[in-house]
């Protein structure tokens, strides 16, 4: 399954896209989504749609992952972030793709086994866990752990379910 992992943010929304075949993962494409700091906020929430739906129609993946918002110091930062967090949540909704969410501490943990690792400790690891994919920025690397935290939770949960129906038999 092909899988887009989005890192949500205002100035910079990190995406990277793998593919999960059982085990196996691999790099498929990343990026980031910038908009001007100079426009209004609308129009840059725009931009970061537009620029989505473009990436979920060329690329066609199967799912998306979301990393949640944490909550800063400054509550009209958390505001706009929520903004366009939302705006991220909404693209793929649209094409009526699944949409998982995950917090920043689960994420880490799936992709270094740590809930504290810092950022580059886990864009240590992903490019450890994508051989290699050159991971360009700290966005599109944020993005793409999503995803890989994404490939194993579904991974897991598809041997649950395949446990819990032997169990019904």
Same mark, same amino acid.
């Given at each position: 399954m092909r899988i887009i992992?989005?890192?949500?943010? =205002?100035?910079?929304?990190?995406?990277?896209?793998? *593919? $999960?075949?059982?085990?196996?993962?691999?790099? +498929? #494409?990343?990026?980031?989504i910038r908009t001007n700091p100079d426009d209004e906020l609308a129009y840059r929430l725009r931009t970061v749609h537009d620029a989505l739906t473009e990436l979920l129609a060329e690329w066609q993946p199967g799912a998306a992952a979301v990393e949640e918002?944490?909550?800063?110091?400054?509550?009209?930062?958390?505001?706009? =972030?929520?903004?366009?967090?939302?705006?991220?949540? *909404? $693209?793929?909704?649209?094409?009526?793709?699944? +949409? #998982?969410?995950?917090?920043?501490?689960?994420?880490?943990?799936?992709?270094?086994?740590?809930?504290?690792?810092?950022?580059?400790?886990v864009h240590a690891m992903v490019k450890r866990l994508l051989p290699g994919c050159n991971v360009t920025g700290a966005d599109a690397a944020d993005a793409l752990a999503v995803a890989i935290c994404h490939a194993h939770n579904a991974a897991t949960a598809r041997v649950i379910r395949s446990a819990e129906l032997r169990a019904a038999r």
């Open positions: 992992g989005l890192d949500p943010g =205002l100035r910079a929304t990190g995406w990277g896209i793998i *593919l $999960a075949e059982g085990n196996r993962l691999s790099h +498929v #494409a990343h990026g980031t918002t944490f909550v800063n110091k400054n509550p009209s930062s958390t505001l706009k =972030l929520g903004q366009v967090r939302g705006v991220v949540l *909404l $693209a793929p909704a649209q094409l009526g793709l699944p +949409v #998982a969410e995950y917090a920043p501490t689960v994420i880490k943990k799936a992709v270094v086994g740590t809930g504290a690792a810092d950022k580059d400790q």
